[in-house]
Structure formats: C-alpha cells, structure tokens
C-alpha cells in the first residue's frame, strides 16, 4: 500500500487586512498573514495572542466546584485526614497528579497517589482499587484527568465512605457522578474558557489551594514558586493531550515552558539532560511532544507510570538522575517495539492494498504501542487505522485489545458502534478509539468497517490536505522574519507550525540520505541567487522523485533557525515535495 499523495491547498488571503494588521503591530506583512490566517484579526486579539501575558489567566474561583473542593481538602489537610491524588497513566494525568500531590504536601497534608495499570487495570477510576485504598485508610480521593464518567465507581466511593473530588476534562454523560465536580464545561458553569486539559484543571484547584492556604489571592514566595513549577507541569501535559493552544492553555504553555528552561525542578532537570534538551537555549513545544512527553509515557505504555510521577515529585538528586535514566531506557524499548510493529503492520496492509479502511491484528504486538503506530499508519495512508494484538488471559482465553486512529472527517466512535455487535467493548472519540474483540470476530469486523468507511467516503477516499499559509521567495526568509515568526509559538492544535510555499527551485549538488537507518534527507535548494539547507524527516526514498525533474522542484515547509558554533542560518523543514519548477494547488 502506497503512501497517500497530498493535496496542497494555498489559503486565500486579503492585501488590505494584511497590511493593516502590520502596520497596528509593526510586524512583517507574513506575520499578519499568519495572524489572519488563524482567525486571529482585531489587532487587540493578536496582541494578546502575541504577548500571552500571564496576568490574563482566568480566576480558579470562576472553575465549578472549585471553592467547595478547596474547603474540603483544606479541612481533610488541618484535621490530618488521609488524601489519595487518583490520576490517569498518561503526561495529562502525571503531571496533573504531580501538581496537586505537590500543593498537598506543602500544606502539610498526607498525601498518596495512585495512578492504574494501564494493561492491567485500563484508564480511570476502578473499583477494586477504591476498595484497596479504603482499606488502606484514605478517607479522600481526587481524580486527576479521569472520574467524569466513573459513574458506578462514584457510587461505590460512597458506599466505602471515601469522600470523592472529581477533576477531569473529558466528555461527560447525560448522567454526573455523585461527588464534587470539577470540570471547564460542566452545565451551568460560570468558566469562560472550556478547553482546558487534566493538568490545567488541576492546576487551577492547586492555585486555589494556595491561595486558602496563604490566606489570600496573593500568594507567599514559597507558594508562589511552586505555582510557576506547576505551570511547567502543566504545560507538558496540555502539549501531549493536544488541546487547542489559544486562550488559557496558551499562556501556559508559553510561561510554562519559559520556567522549564529557567529553573527546572530536579526531576524535570535529569529528563532535560537524557532528552539531549539541557543545554538548548529556549524550548518549543515540538521539544515536548517528540522529545519529552515519549519518556514520560513510555512507563506507563509498558508498564507502570507511578515512576513518573516519582521523578517530578522527588528533591533527591541521584534518585531524580536514576529514574530518568530508566525512562531512557523504557523509551528505547518502546521505540524498538514500535519500530518492529510499524513494519510489520505495513506489510499486512499490503495484503488489503485498495481497501478503505485497516483492520489489522498481530500476535506479539503490545498493546501499550498499537495505538501510536495505528496514528503513524492512518497519516501516512490517509485511511482509518484498527490494530489488534492479540494475548491471553489469567484463565488462558486469547482475546485481542484493539487500537485505532481515524482520518478528518471520519468518526471513529460511530464506526466503531456500527460494529458493536462483533466487539466485546469499545469507547473514545471522533480520532481515537479502543476496543476488544475475539479472534474469530476479526474478519468479520475487518470486513463492517471497511465498508463503513467506503459507504461514508462515496466519491472515494479524499486526498489528505497540506494547508499553505503563504507563498514566499528564499529571500524573504532571513532572521529578522524568523524572530517574528516565533511569537507565533508554542504551536499545536489549533495553532499548527506555519507552513510556507517556494516553487522554482534548484536543487544544488546531491541530496545525501541522513540520520539512523538513512530514514532522512538532506538537500540544498537555490532560488535567485539565495541557497539554503532543506532537511526532508521520514522522506529519503523520495529521494530519486525529488531530482527526476532535472533538480528543479517545489517545497511545502517551515523555516528553521540553525546555530552552529555561533552562526545564525535559516532551514527548511521540508513537509512535501513536488519535482518541477510549478505545482498545482487545489
């Protein structure tokens, strides 16, 4: 199955608005064109957009439940009342679980965690584990990134006489669970901005408590201090849930990620220093999505992500230096895993070469990895992804655990509903899912939702789209537009890398294929008379595509500021490529 070709599609955009916007904000007309293109017009906005200043994030006493749940933890702390933080396995859940554990703890609380086994005891709140906590004496629980839909394990908290703080972000039923809630989109509520992840609702109740503990909005150093921690905290958590980066989460991230890379804590220093992150002058949050978040999830994709929490939580040196090392090493393992089932999994494609849709299942495939590579093979195949790894239980019965990841404009969890007569069980969202299934129901469900796909896609499976911001000469980009371009930063969703079109170009002397396994490539790229670098990440079998055309060629890309022993040069990030000196945009 070949890789899908992609639509390139050019935004429209206005001279007079662009230049208006420029001129309010003394910023390059490309800027303006990236402000705009973003929905981001009033020039108010795009200063707050730009600034991201902290002084604009939004009261905790506005969050639903928060003051009634900050006088019951402050009175389970003064009366000293055992308090378990129960969080999700994921970077949203452990950093969220770290902050309130943290605020706990300088209060003076006693304070445990308890965070699932993801393979054995799946996401959220389960009643075996509140029955064990009672039993070990915790009369309080709060949730961290999970609990909204826990409606039995509500119930059984209060049968157990465990008083119950739920916050969470997720989707919630039509039903609420029996507890305090706290939650940006609960019905009625007051919060002005519903896009929080886990860790941002956990840092508004820990601001909170702050504030209840000093007594005032105004916090001492020393509460002051942990908050900006917290923040740093928070910001890796809402990068790697992927939530949309304006509003709140975009202060956050930006001051978050400042803090990170001022003053780190111990244990976010030992994960800095075996990212290879320590020594980089300012952080992004690319640096947090490929780099950081994959170290803290890999505990919890292959085991237990207690460790994780441990190392943000810690103020022991060689302790925080340990545990980052062994993340290291967990991460390495589960890029090993991963890499071995991408591959296979591609070759299984092969054999349903035209179909709408994958379904594939492997007999030694961790469940832990299946749904990073579904997410890998649904981009590169432009098509919904299933991957099942099949494995035993306690009593022997082989059953498969399934992952899947969707395209843009196919809903995974209808999909999936249309097949729930073959499923045992099946839950998530438009993008992503999960489920499980019998072996001998794999055909059958391989079958449903291949036609499911191919009735909802009727002209045929849509080309994916690469989105252009603007269409720009090499000579353009020098490092002056570059620092405007980064107040654009941090990017992710809903505020995605800008990307920028140069056609006519020359490819100068040989493209040399880089990186472990030659997997990259790397190319120089001449426009009247401006030369500069192009790094292509994942393309170098593109390699004899790129000069079929007697080296002329056109990029789809971001620019890139490279230091190298003290020089400043602009790259491109090459996210396609087209051979010949023109290119049709759709």
Request: aromatic share 6%; glycine share 10%.
């Amino acid at each position: 199955m070949r890789t899908a070709a992609k639509a390139w599609h050019l935004l429209p955009h206005d001279r007079d608005a662009i230049q208006r916007l420029a001129d309010a904000l003394h910023l390059s007309p490309i800027v303006a064109q990236l402000l705009l293109n973003r929905g981001v017009g009033n020039w108010e906005d795009a200063r707050r957009f730009l600034d991201a200043p902290m002084k604009d994030l939004h009261s905790p006493a506005l969050l639903s439940g928060v003051p009634e749940a900050v006088e019951r933890l402050h009175e389970a702390v003064t009366s000293g009342r055992r308090v378990c933080v129960y969080g999700d396995y994921d970077v949203d859940g452990i950093t969220g679980t770290a902050i309130l554990v943290q605020v706990l703890r300088l209060m003076g609380g006693q304070v445990d965690f308890y965070l699932p086994h993801r393979l054995a005891e799946g996401y959220g709140l389960n009643a075996e584990a509140l029955r064990q906590l009672a039993a070990d004496g915790h009369q309080v629980i709060v949730t961290v990134d999970c609990g909204i839909s826990a409606l039995a394990e509500a119930d059984e908290a209060k049968s157990l006489g465990l008083e119950l703080i739920v916050t969470d972000h997720h989707e919630f039923k039509e039903r609420l669970p029996s507890a305090i809630l706290i939650h940006p989109r609960l019905p009625g509520t007051a919060y002005p901005f519903g896009g929080l992840s886990g860790a941002g609702v956990a840092f508004k109740l820990a601001w909170a408590l702050a504030q209840r503990a000093c007594g005032s909005d105004k916090v001492t150093p020393r509460y002051r201090d942990f908050l900006l921690d917290g923040m740093a905290l928070a910001a890796l958590g809402l990068i790697a849930d992927v939530v949309p980066l304006h509003d709140e989460n975009r202060i956050f991230v930006r001051h978050g990620l400042a803090r990170l890379r001022a003053a780190p804590s111990i244990g976010l220093k030992a994960l800095l220093e075996v990212a290879g992150l320590a020594d980089k002058p300012k952080l992004a949050a690319e640096d947090v999505a490929f780099k950081l978040a994959p170290r803290m999830n890999a505990a919890g994709r292959l085991g237990c992500a207690r460790l994780v929490v441990e190392l943000l939580t810690t103020a022991a040196l060689p302790r925080a230096v340990d545990l980052a090392r062994f993340l290291e090493t967990q991460n390495q393992q589960r890029q090993l895993l991963e890499r071995r089932i991408a591959a296979e999994a591609r070759d299984l494609a092969a054999t349903y070469n035209g179909a709408a849709a994958l379904v594939l299942a492997g007999d030694d495939w961790h469940p832990g990895i299946i749904g990073i590579v579904a997410g890998r093979l649904a981009e590169q195949f432009a098509r919904p992804v299933l991957l099942i790894a099949l494995a035993k239980t306690k009593d022997g019965e082989i059953f498969g655990q399934g992952s899947g990841r969707s395209v843009p404009g196919f809903a995974l969890h209808e999909a999936l509903t249309a097949c729930g007569d073959l499923l045992l069980a099946h839950g998530g969202h438009a993008a992503a899912a999960g489920f499980r299934v019998k072996p001998d129901a794999i055909d059958a469900l391989r079958d449903r939702f291949a036609a499911h796909a191919q009735n909802h896609f009727v002209g045929g499976m849509p080309a994916p789209r690469l989105t252009i911001d603007a269409e720009v000469p090499l000579s353009a980009l020098t490092v002056g537009l570059m620092r405007d371009v980064d107040r654009l930063e941090p990017y992710g969703s809903q505020n995605r890398k800008p990307l920028f079109l140069a056609t006519g170009l020359e490819v100068v002397g040989e493209p040399n294929r880089i990186g472990r396994g030659e997997l990259h490539m790397s190319f120089r790229v001449r426009q009247e008379g401006i030369v500069l670098r192009a790094i292509a990440f994942g393309m170098a079998e593109r390699l004899e595509e790129l000069t079929s055309a007697g080296g002329r060629c056109c990029l789809v890309f971001t620019p890139k500021m490279n230091e190298w022993n003290g020089r400043r040069s602009v790259e491109l990030e090459v996210a396609d490529l087209r051979p010949g000196d023109q290119t049709e945009l759709a």
